[in-house]
Structures are given as structure tokens and as C-alpha cells.
């Protein structure tokens, strides 16, 4: 059973750039999640869908912080004009019966 | 909302010996509680979980402990080996449906030393 993907592994970005992540979860895995990982913090989650449906987005940072799953599948975190702030591992997690969570690799995203 | 601290942010052992962490939670509505690993540049890798029905668990050289009175949970590894040197985190998680909203702690640092 392939894991879960993300994409790209690493960006960096001028404050102001916008960038998006994207998540591919485990066939089959109907509940999405977006967690943030700052360095030497834990995850903290930002929001989370099932199927194409958004469960609860009120995690997210800001209006510059937007998530989409639009056929139930893949995901896209968008971030708009990032800052320095934003600096973190962005890490996305699927389930299938909603209890146990696996993780993909993350992007780990510098803003400078 | 929910607040899980974990006590030790860094933890030396020896191998052979048993390492132990230690998390407290605040929300009493909290029924599931994961550990996971992470090792140096990868992502986290789910260990083990109890839920509030029981109050131990063990899976092969791993022990969870639950004292819902207390609202603190422990992750007991025997035997340590050095491949058990990870980042480890405890989270909480008030099992709703089929949505699991889980809260991390910070993170222990297991170092085992041969």
C-alpha cells in the first residue's frame, strides 16, 4: 500500500510569494488532514476534510491560508503572501476510519 | 480547546535500560491518545494508542498508561535499543464520530546510548 505523497519536499520563498502544497493521501482514506510542525514544536493542526467536504477549518492561521479537496482525493494548502512567520514543516495525514492517522513526509518551507 | 503537555524535552538512556514519558492533557472529553515517532529528517510514524477504556496497553516492547483520574498517559519503552533514539509525541484526542482532532505535545527527545 503506497504511504501518503506531498509535494514539493522543500520551498523557499521571499515574504510576500505565495506558494502551494500538495497532498496525495493513502487509496481508500476518506478523512484529510493539514498540520503545521514548526521547528522543534508539534504538529498543530489546521483543517481537516472528509471526502470533499471541509470539517473544520478554524486552525487556520489567517485569510492567507486556504485549503481545498475538491473531488475527495488530493489536496492543495495555498498559502498567499507568505511570512516569515509561515516557517515550518507542512505536514498532511489521511485515515480511513478516522482513529489512527498516517502521515506523509511534509514540505519543509523557509520563508526568508 | 485541549492542551497536552509533555514533561521531559530530552531524555538519555542507556541501552538495555527502560525510558519513560510523561503527558498530561487538559480536556476531560479526551478518549483517544496516540504516540508517535519521528526519526531525524522523516515523518511521523504512528507507535501505539490506548483509549480511555482501558487504563494499560502494551505491544511488544512498548507500554501505555492511562490515569484518567490524573488526566497524565505514559509511554514506557523496555529494553531500549538504539533505534529507538527518536523524537517522540503524545497527543490527545476527544474521538468524535469518525473525526479524530488530535492535540500534540511538544516532543521528547530520546537519546539511547550504547
Known amino acids: 500500500e503506497a504511504g501518503v505523497t506531498q509535494s514539493p519536499r522543500y520551498a523557499v520563498l521571499q515574504e510576500g510569494q505565495a506558494v502551494s502544497f500538495w497532498c496525495d493521501p493513502i487509496?481508500?482514506?476518506?478523512?484529510l488532514y493539514w498540520y503545521q510542525q514548526p521547528r522543534d514544536q508539534g504538529p498543530q493542526l489546521l483543517v481537516y476534510?472528509?471526502?470533499?467536504?471541509?470539517?473544520?477549518n478554524s486552525q487556520l492561521p489567517s485569510d492567507r491560508f486556504s485549503a481545498v479537496r475538491p473531488k475527495g482525493t488530493n489536496s492543495t494548502l495555498k498559502i498567499q503572501s507568505a511570512k516569515q512567520g509561515d516557517t515550518a514543516t507542512y505536514l498532511c495525514?489521511?485515515?480511513?476510519?478516522?482513529?489512527?492517522?498516517?502521515f506523509g513526509p511534509g514540505t519543509r518551507l523557509t520563508v526568508l | 480547546g485541549e492542551k497536552v503537555e509533555q514533561h521531559e524535552s530530552t531524555l538519555s538512556v542507556r541501552e538495555g535500560d527502560s525510558a519513560v514519558i510523561n503527558c498530561t492533557y487538559t480536556d476531560t472529553a479526551s478518549s483517544y491518545f496516540p504516540w508517535y515517532k519521528q526519526e531525524a529528517g522523516k515523518s511521523l510514524h504512528f507507535v501505539i494508542d490506548i483509549r480511555s477504556n482501558v487504563d494499560r496497553k502494551q505491544s511488544q516492547r512498548l507500554i501505555v498508561l492511562l490515569d484518567k483520574k490524573a488526566k497524565r498517559f505514559s509511554l514506557h519503552i523496555t529494553a531500549t535499543q538504539p533505534e529507538d533514539s527518536a523524537i517522540y509525541f503524545c497527543a490527545a484526542s476527544p474521538l468524535s464520530g469518525s473525526f479524530n482532532k488530535l492535540t500534540f505535545g511538544a516532543g521528547t527527545r530520546l537519546a539511547v546510548c550504547p
Open positions: 487509496s481508500g482514506h476518506d478523512t
Open positions: 476534510f472528509r471526502d470533499e467536504a471541509v470539517i473544520d
Open positions: 495525514a489521511s485515515s480511513r476510519t478516522g482513529v489512527e492517522q498516517y
